[in-house]
């Protein structure tokens, strides 16, 4: 079982920066992990994944301003966030497969206001 624990997230004005960080349990292998959000009455979308080799896919929303990335530590990824908006405001959650079996972590909030 895949367990995956977030950290960071909070509130900020438009143009500063946040740090999402998130750790996934319960795999020897290293695992291909993102980060989704949803905001207020709309559908959940994809901000960023990883893969175990390092691959990187971003929504076009976020092309430039995001940075996911994986830390020294086996299933650790991070998610830089520069430039927020406040269209960012969302829960954001970490994401993780093995198989055909999805793990989300609790998600964390995030909001961009002035």
């Known amino acids: 079982q895949v367990q995956l624990v977030e950290s960071g997230g909070g509130s900020v004005q438009p143009g500063g920066s946040l740090r999402l960080s998130c750790a996934a349990s319960g795999s020897r292998f290293s695992l291909t992990m993102g980060w989704y959000r949803q905001a207020p009455e709309k559908e959940r979308e994809l901000v960023a994944t990883i893969t175990s080799g390092g691959s990187t896919n971003y929504a076009d929303s976020v092309k430039g301003r995001f940075t996911i990335y994986r830390g020294n530590v086996k299933n650790m990824v991070y998610l830089q966030m520069n430039s927020l908006k406040p269209e960012d405001t969302a829960v954001y959650s970490c994401?993780?497969?093995?198989?055909?079996?999805?793990?989300w972590g609790q998600g964390t909030q995030v909001t961009v206001s002035s």
């Open positions: 994401w993780s497969a093995r198989g055909a079996v999805d793990y």
